[in-house]
């Protein structure tokens, strides 16, 4: 049978999407026929029937995972074992709602909890493609530019996760889209941008010593007491430096969701596995020391 292939930087959701109109079919009926589920819809970011996708389009089941869904994003700062783990308990029949994945459409729902897309990008995409997609690098959480064309991002009022069936099936040309406030500088918000892009791109692996070695930077803030008082002066640093606007928009807490007596700015710092965070908090602690002078740290 007929399946179309993903475009470059495509999300599986996405290619579902464009099979169902490429196929003639329903997408709900294209769903549940992957899924023997049911299902009549699928949450946008997390991967699901991976194995039934590939083999639908003739491809290697681990070149659809990396190039096709977020799993190298997530799993940016994690070990090799721990990705490895991952990447098997993703070999499934049936959609996995995986917490590795969650918190990629935002927590709480906030106006960037939604499909966004570069409108350069989609003029290209309908030039060479005669169709528009949905890039996976445009919905990572706290982007708001495109690293290709360093422009902002448009929104759109389609959640980033569960919707329903009806919107569900949009391509960014259905939409008008929709201006968002950039709530931090062009520099910062191109920053965020091109390290998710690398992250994407499984480019920053090996990055998680460097963000050990910045132990030493939260020494020089003037904070080694205590772990306490690590804790705070870092969060408040941090916080002060992107805003709350920007913290909130990308629904990120410094708190750590799997020790909640502490926040996590002082435990990354730690010499031991930082798996319990999210690759933003991690961007975001790198861009901080990159251009956050120490001397000017409050103590």
């Excluded at 991976?50 to 070149?63: H, N």
């Amino acid at each position: 049978m007929y399946f179309p292939r993903p475009y470059p930087d495509e999300l599986t959701s996405s290619l579902l999407i464009r099979a169902a109109r490429h196929l003639g079919v329903p997408y709900d009926k294209l769903v549940k026929y992957l899924t023997g589920m049911g299902r009549k819809r699928v949450h946008f970011t997390n991967p699901f029937a991976l194995q039934q996708i590939a083999k639908a389009t003739g491809m290697a089941y681990d070149e659809i995972l990396v190039n096709h869904t977020l799993y190298p994003y997530v799993t940016a700062f994690m070990s090799r074992r721990r990705r490895e783990q991952i990447r098997a308990s993703l070999v499934a029949t049936v959609p996995q709602m995986r917490s590795d994945f969650n918190w990629l459409a935002g927590a709480p729902w906030s106006s960037l909890a939604c499909r966004r897309f570069c409108p350069q990008c989609l003029r290209e995409d309908l030039q060479q493609h005669g169709e528009s997609y949905w890039h996976r690098s445009h919905v990572l959480p706290g982007v708001y530019t495109c690293t290709n064309h360093s422009s902002p991002l448009l929104g759109t009022s389609i959640a980033l996760g569960w919707c329903e069936p009806v919107r569900a099936r949009a391509c960014p040309s259905d939409n008008p889209g929709i201006e968002i406030d950039l709530p931090l500088s062009r520099h910062l918000l191109d920053a965020v941008a091109c390290y998710s892009k690398e992250a994407l791109d499984g480019k920053l692996s090996a990055r998680l010593d460097g963000i050990r070695a910045h132990a030493q930077e939260v020494e020089e803030l003037g904070v080694k007491s205590s772990k306490g008082r690590i804790t705070r002066c870092l969060s408040r640093q941090l916080e002060k430096f992107y805003g709350p606007s920007y913290l909130s928009s990308a629904g990120l807490s410094w708190l750590n969701f799997r020790l909640s007596v502490e926040e996590c700015p002082a435990l990354m710092t730690r010499r031991s596995e930082a798996t319990a965070f999210t690759t933003l908090q991690h961007l975001l602690l790198q861009i901080f020391f990159e251009n956050f002078p120490a001397t000017t740290a409050q103590r």
